[in-house]
């Protein structure tokens, strides 16, 4: 049990049967009555975020998350299959389970599985992930004074906007909290 006057952002806590990572955080001592402690949680099974306001010294139970890394190994429709590093232990997640992850993921890919009491409740990406163009429209000499974008298709199947310049067989970095082209590899 941890007392919520010592939350931190990126805790992990457990309220109500479910799994939250602490977001956000606020201690708040009105002029008038008792302190209490406003917080931000996500829940790391669905992924929603919701505010839960809590009386100060109120406890809560901390939930130990551990993250292992596993290799990427392949998908069968909405499942997709990863190995463990160390055990070669296999284990299937769904693609609720993943939520955006399968736009970045390749094949042979190492990435952290988050496990609570030795079930799989999410991913750990890495930030940023370099993949292949498949397909754009060619760029024309001169039109990269403007600082447009066009549309690119990555390998993954995620289309990014690039800019002018970036040709077909590119590989791009992109970052995985957002989405969007940071640079050629």
């Given at each position: 049990?941890?007392?919520?006057n010592?939350?931190?952002?990126?805790?992990?806590?457990?309220?109500?049967?479910?799994?939250?990572?602490?977001?956000?955080?606020?201690?708040?001592?009105?002029?008038?009555?008792?302190?209490?402690?406003?917080?931000?949680?996500?829940?790391?099974?669905?992924?929603?975020?919701?505010?839960?306001?809590?009386?100060?010294?109120?406890?809560?139970?901390?939930?130990h998350?551990?993250?292992?890394?596993?290799?990427?190994?392949?998908?069968?429709?909405?499942?997709?299959n990863?190995?463990?590093?160390?055990?070669?232990?296999?284990?299937?997640?769904?693609?609720?389970?993943?939520?955006?992850?399968?736009?970045?993921?390749?094949?042979?890919?190492?990435?952290?599985?988050?496990?609570?009491?030795?079930?799989?409740?999410?991913?750990d990406l890495?930030?940023?992930?370099?993949?292949?163009?498949?397909?754009?429209?060619?760029?024309?000499?001169?039109?990269?004074?403007?600082?447009a974008?066009?549309?690119?298709?990555?390998?993954?199947?995620?289309?990014?906007?690039?800019?002018?310049?970036?040709?077909?067989?590119?590989?791009?970095?992109?970052?995985?909290?957002?989405?969007?082209?940071?640079?050629?590899?």
């Amino acid at each position: 049990m941890i007392s919520v006057n010592d939350l931190r952002t990126g805790l992990t806590i457990e309220l109500d049967g479910e799994i939250y990572s602490v977001v956000d955080f606020l201690h708040v001592k009105p002029g008038k009555g008792a302190a209490f402690v406003r917080t931000k949680l996500k829940n790391l099974r669905s992924g929603t975020t919701q505010e839960v306001t809590f009386r100060a010294g109120e406890r809560v139970a901390r939930a130990h998350i551990e993250t292992r890394q596993m290799q990427y190994l392949y998908n069968t429709g909405n499942e997709y299959n990863f190995m463990d590093m160390e055990t070669y232990d296999q284990v299937t997640l769904s693609t609720e389970d993943l939520g955006d992850a399968p736009k970045y993921l390749l094949e042979n890919m190492t990435i952290g599985i988050q496990f609570y009491q030795n079930q799989a409740i999410g991913v750990d990406l890495p930030t940023t992930v370099n993949l292949k163009v498949v397909s754009t429209e060619p760029g024309f000499k001169g039109d990269t004074a403007t600082g447009a974008t066009k549309p690119a298709v990555l390998e993954t199947g995620i289309t990014v906007q690039v800019p002018l310049f970036i040709e077909q067989g590119d590989v791009l970095k992109i970052d995985t909290r957002t989405g969007e082209y940071l640079s050629r590899a």
